[in-house]
């Protein structure tokens, strides 16, 4: 069974640029979450999606945004980039069953770095 | 405020013995917990959950304890290998059925042989 795919791994984009990550979720899997990690913030909470509406999102600027597709596959978009969003973007997908709580599973990342 | 905290920045520990690595919360609303590892570069591997039902959970060489009442939980590694040398990450949800997960800043731990 596949796992989380993420693409690209690795981008590099200037300031005020805009950007877009793609994640495929594991097969079957309805929740699509966003992690951001920098060294000195840590893993924090960007938002997460089930079946294509955004059911949490944490404390970022509007300029982070994400939608999800009737696949479940989603994407994250970051517009006039800064350089502190430099950092290692992580997808997550969990299957949601409706009567449990439910792992998280994360992808490999996508390695964002804004000069 | 920082909900969810790994005082121990890095822990090293002689190979065939028993790893601890320990993780406070503050908010009395997670209900559900989990443990991730981590190599640099990549994304977290999940190692094991614990809800809070429950004060304790076991995975083979991996086990969780959860106190309630302390808001503390741990995971014990047992034995101790060379490829468990990573970052773990402990992590909380506040919301059932929600991948909404706050994050602890990390231990990394060190297997010696």
């Known amino acids: 069974k596949a796992g989380v795919t993420q693409t690209p791994r690795y981008l590099i984009k200037t300031r005020g640029q805009q950007v877009t990550l793609s994640c495929s979720p594991i097969?079957?899997?309805?929740?699509v979450s966003w992690y951001q990690q920098t060294p000195g913030q840590g893993l924090q909470f960007l938002f997460e999606y089930f079946s294509e509406t955004q059911r949490n999102k944490g404390n970022f600027p509007g300029r982070f945004s994400g939608r999800q597709f009737s696949n479940s596959r989603s994407e994250m978009n970051v517009s006039t980039l800064e350089l502190g969003d430099s950092a290692l973007y992580l997808c997550?997908?969990?299957?949601?069953?409706?009567?449990?709580?439910?792992?998280?599973?994360f992808g490999q990342g996508t390695r964002l770095t804004v000069v | 405020d920082q909900q969810v905290k790994q005082n121990s920045p890095s822990l090293s520990v002689q190979e065939g013995r028993i790893s601890i690595l320990n993780c406070d919360y503050t908010n009395s609303m997670f209900d559900y917990f989990l443990w991730y590892k981590k190599y640099p570069a990549e994304g977290p591997t999940f190692l094991i959950s614990i809800s809070s039902i429950k004060d304790k959970n076991e995975d083979g060489r991996f086990t969780v304890f959860l106190n309630k009442s302390a808001k503390h939980l741990s995971l014990h590694i047992v034995p101790s290998q060379p490829g468990d040398s990573a970052v773990y990450f402990c992590a909380a949800s506040a919301q059932w059925g929600a991948q909404k997960l706050v994050f602890g800043q990390g231990t990394r731990l060190t297997i010696n042989p």
């Open positions: 097969s079957g899997h309805r929740s």
């Open positions: 997550a997908s969990s299957l949601f069953t409706g009567d449990t709580n439910t792992e998280a599973f």
